[in-house]
Structures are given as structure tokens and as C-alpha cells.
């Protein structure tokens, strides 16, 4: 295992795909140095600078919180900026586009329509009701928050799409990510569009398309436990299904 | 906007492609099994509305040596379907709090596998007070 | 205003066949597929006597019907969404011939069980 000033070398294997062109993808490989702390981005960028600057992929941070360089990597998906070449030696390192999205070249992806459901879920406070400024702040206490807390922690990197077999199979399911992300918001005190953003909840393409595979909550780079959200709402969900025929109800 | 071609890659053996994914697909197998043992109970039940002599026929097929390995078989399949149920039950709940603490899933899981234990052990031995 | 989902119902029946098969699926196999025919509870022994007079019983009913039910509502919802899994979506038809069973299967166990008598 080398460490920090050892270079040993390994193969990254990329998915390219050239839009332009007129066949499909077709992997190619490249061996490059690395370090103990060579991340899977930086053999990506290492590839881009000196051996083929058509490689072309997203990134911003470097950090894991930008959520922009997700890849799969050996078929699993990862953030490249914390996903480390020492972890899959002596290689080779398979690096695909994210799965379950249409690739636009190599290893970006379409993910128009995770932004267009980003918006749909009203993914911001819709106050309750009028609060004028001498009425004070909200007053939210620690528990309260701890409830859904995780969920607010989301950095809209897709890897939970990438896991998710359902969406996958049927991309008009809502997904992971963004169910933990309405439920953070369905979940604060401040809120009142909870029953707007339900009712994409019940629908087919809700919670309803989820099977509990639960691998979303596994890659998940920031724990935000989406499958507990998703299946959260099932259970609500389901009684609301009953409880929308009680009296009083709309 | 730039030239656009994109490319979708089939599903086809996605669940192959992964172990958690073949667990998956272990864990939801079991219930062709569970649905196989109510038919072999409600074929019993059938039976049994039809007289002796036809219940008869139901108590020997069920005590053949076929049977009785093929139940053992059964009771793996249903002792994995109980402890997969519990694993994945934690997920389906809002955050529990015990003592201003989260109840963390594992405990959820571990009190659900005792809770089949009891009832498992509570139903035995109704069975021999009853009989 | 997007179609509300009829899953919920089909969950449900899911969840609590599920949860229990999950408490006492195992025991039951246990003693009516093994303990019984291999003679080691004699008590337990499902003699037609024996069953008979739990199946005139209510509650011997209730849990027989719930029992048979409630597996086969379970299997059915979780068979339904696995061949959708499997690439096969057959829409209604899957949706008839999965939930359809174990409706079929429920009607039976009722008619049996009733026709056994008090």
C-alpha cells in the first residue's frame, strides 16, 4: 500500500461516449500514477491534463459538497472527490456515468429531470401563515430539528438515482433524494404546503413506485437516510388513504 | 445548445450486477414461499370441510418424507423472511425516542426478532396446551 | 390534480401479512410441516379430531382465515412488484392474477372454513 510520497501505478477503465460521433460507448483505459491519497476525480483530472483532453466530467468542490462528480465506480456509485484509487488496487478502476440517467458524453449525465422534480417538490418554506418581525423568530427546539435533521443535509448529487432500481426501471418515480428532501420540508414547523407536496407523495409515482431495496440510504454520501423518508411516507400515505373518507376531511 | 445525442443503457440483469441487489431479490423471493405454504394450509382447510377420509389424504401428503424436508427447507426460507422483515421494518418508522434518546434501527430489528422468538415459543406451547 | 395511487390497500394487506409471517410464519411451519408429522409433539399431532374441533371454534376460524389470507395478500403485492422487477409489466393482467389469487384464495378459505361448521 503506498503512502503519501510512494507512486505506484494503476488502470482507470472509462464508459466514453462522443454524442458526436456515430457509434455507442466504448471503454478506454489509461494507466496513470497515484498516491495513498490519489482520489478518483484526480485520475480523471490527471487523465484530462496529460493524456486525453476530451475526457469530459462534472466537478466543482473537491470536498463532497458540491454533490457535481458523481460516477460509478466497479459499478458502484461514489463521489469521485472522496472516492480513493488505494481502495480498489491493484485495479483496474472501472469509472461509468452515473447509472439510471441518459449520458450526454462520457461521464456527464442528463439530469434535467432531477431538476425539473428538484422544483416540483417546492423544495423551500412556504410559511404557514403572515409572521410580522415583532412577533419574533420561530422557535424550533433541538428535538424537534433531530427529527429531520438527515434529510436537510441532501446535496442533490444523485447518487441515491443511481442505486435505485425503480428509477431505473421507471424514471417517472419521484426517487430517493428528493422524497427526503419534500419530507424535510413537510417535516419543519414553519411550513404549511404539506398538503401540496403530498400529493405527489401518493400518487404511482411517489412512494408508491418504492420497494424497499434501501440501497439509496447505503451510497449515500451525506447519511441523509432516504429510504427511511420515502418509507416514512408510505406509512403516512396509507393512512391517509383511509383517513381522507373520515368526516372533516376536505 | 451544443449538439445532443444522449445514450440510455437498458436495465436488462440489473439485479445481477450487484450483491446487495441479489440479496434483494433473496429477500423478496421468500414470498413465493409464504404464498406456497397458505396453499399448502388452505388446501388443509379444504380438506378438512370435505370429512375425515379427504383430511386424511391432506395429513398423509403433509407428513410425507418429501414434505417434511421440503418444510424444512420452508422454515430456512421463513426464518430469513422474519430476520430481512425486521431489518428493513426500522425504515418504514419515524424517528423512535426513548429516554430523549433515537431508538437507532438495529434495536428496532433486534426487538422485532425478539418479539418473534416470544411469539414463536408463546405459540408452541399453546399448541401443546391446546391440543 | 395527479391521480392519488390504490396501493395503499394492497400495502397494508402486505404489511400485515408480512408482519405476520414474520412472528410466527417459522413456528407454524415448524409444527404443522415437521413436529407433527414426525410425531414430535404427540399432542400436536393434527389429528382430524383435533383440528376439527379448532376449526369449529371462532377464534380457531379467525386465525386459520387470517393466517391463509393475509400470506397470500402478502405474497401476492410483493410477487406483483417483483416481476414488474423482472421486466414483466403486465399491468392489469399481472395486477389480476397476483392480488386476483389471493382474493380467490381468501373466498376459498372462508367457504371451507364455514362449511366445517360451529
Not at chain 3, 103 to 108: E, I
Amino acid at each position: 500500500m503506498p503512502d503519501g510520497r510512494t507512486v505506484e501505478h494503476i488502470t482507470i477503465e472509462v464508459l466514453r461516449y462522443d454524442p458526436a460521433g456515430t457509434e455507442g460507448p466504448r471503454t478506454q483505459s489509461w494507466t496513470i500514477p497515484y498516491t495513498h491519497e490519489t482520489s478518483v476525480l484526480e485520475a480523471l483530472q490527471h487523465i484530462k491534463d496529460h493524456l486525453d483532453g476530451s475526457l469530459t466530467f462534472r466537478w466543482s468542490c473537491r470536498m463532497a459538497i458540491c454533490g457535481s462528480c458523481g460516477v460509478m465506480v466497479n459499478g458502484v456509485p461514489h463521489l469521485g472527490c472522496r472516492t480513493f484509487l488505494r481502495d480498489f488496487a491493484p485495479g483496474p478502476v472501472r469509472v461509468e456515468a452515473l447509472a439510471h440517467f441518459p449520458i450526454e458524453k462520457d461521464l456527464v449525465v442528463d439530469a434535467e429531470d432531477f431538476v425539473a422534480k428538484l422544483a416540483s417538490i417546492k423544495p423551500y418554506i412556504v410559511p404557514k401563515e403572515e409572521r410580522r418581525l415583532e412577533e419574533g423568530p420561530y422557535v424550533q427546539p433541538p428535538e424537534e430539528l433531530e427529527r429531520f435533521e438527515s434529510f436537510s443535509h441532501c446535496i442533490n448529487c444523485m447518487l441515491c438515482y443511481a442505486a435505485c432500481p425503480q428509477y431505473g426501471l421507471d424514471p417517472k418515480f419521484l426517487g430517493p433524494g428528493l422524497t427526503a428532501l419534500l419530507h424535510r420540508y413537510n417535516s419543519d414547523s414553519r411550513d404549511g404546503a404539506k398538503d401540496e407536496r403530498m400529493e405527489l407523495v401518493h400518487s404511482e409515482e411517489g412512494v408508491w413506485s418504492c420497494t424497499a431495496v434501501g440501497y439509496c440510504s447505503e451510497v449515500c454520501p451525506k447519511q441523509v437516510d432516504p429510504a427511511n423518508a420515502v418509507n416514512q411516507n408510505k406509512t403516512a400515505s396509507a393512512l391517509d388513504w383511509f383517513a381522507r373518507f373520515l368526516p372533516g376531511r376536505k | 445548445m451544443a449538439f445532443r445525442r444522449t445514450y440510455v443503457r437498458p436495465m436488462d440483469g440489473w439485479w445481477r450486477r450487484d450483491p446487495f441487489f441479489l440479496r434483494y431479490m433473496a429477500r423478496e423471493a421468500t414470498s413465493i414461499f409464504v404464498v406456497v405454504y397458505a396453499m399448502i394450509l388452505l388446501a388443509g382447510v379444504i380438506r378438512l370441510s370435505q370429512g375425515e377420509a379427504a383430511f386424511g389424504e391432506w395429513l398423509e401428503g403433509v407428513s410425507s418424507p418429501w414434505s417434511v424436508a421440503f418444510h424444512a427447507f420452508l422454515l430456512a426460507v421463513f426464518a430469513y423472511h422474519t430476520w430481512s422483515w425486521f431489518r428493513i421494518m426500522p425504515k418504514t418508522m419515524p424517528p423512535v425516542a426513548v429516554g430523549g434518546r433515537r431508538l437507532a434501527g438495529s434495536t428496532i430489528t433486534a426487538l422485532g426478532i425478539a418479539a418473534a422468538a416470544v411469539a414463536s415459543v408463546a405459540f408452541y406451547l399453546m399448541v401443546r396446551v391446546l391440543a | 390534480m395527479r391521480k392519488r395511487s390504490n396501493q395503499p390497500v394492497f400495502w397494508l394487506l402486505f404489511g400485515a401479512g408480512g408482519m405476520l409471517s414474520a412472528l410466527l410464519g417459522a413456528a407454524l411451519v415448524f409444527v404443522t410441516g415437521i413436529a407433527a408429522p414426525l410425531g414430535l409433539e404427540p399432542r400436536a399431532a393434527m389429528g382430524y379430531a383435533d383440528v376439527l374441533a379448532f376449526s369449529r371454534n371462532w377464534a380457531g376460524k379467525a386465525f386459520l382465515f387470517a393466517v391463509i389470507s393475509l400470506f397470500l395478500w402478502h405474497g401476492a403485492h410483493r410477487i406483483y412488484h417483483t416481476l414488474h422487477d423482472l421486466g414483466v409489466r403486465g399491468g392489469l393482467v399481472a395486477k389480476l392474477a397476483c392480488y386476483g389469487t389471493a382474493f380467490l384464495g381468501s373466498v376459498f378459505a372462508a367457504e371451507a372454513l364455514l362449511k366445517i361448521g360451529f
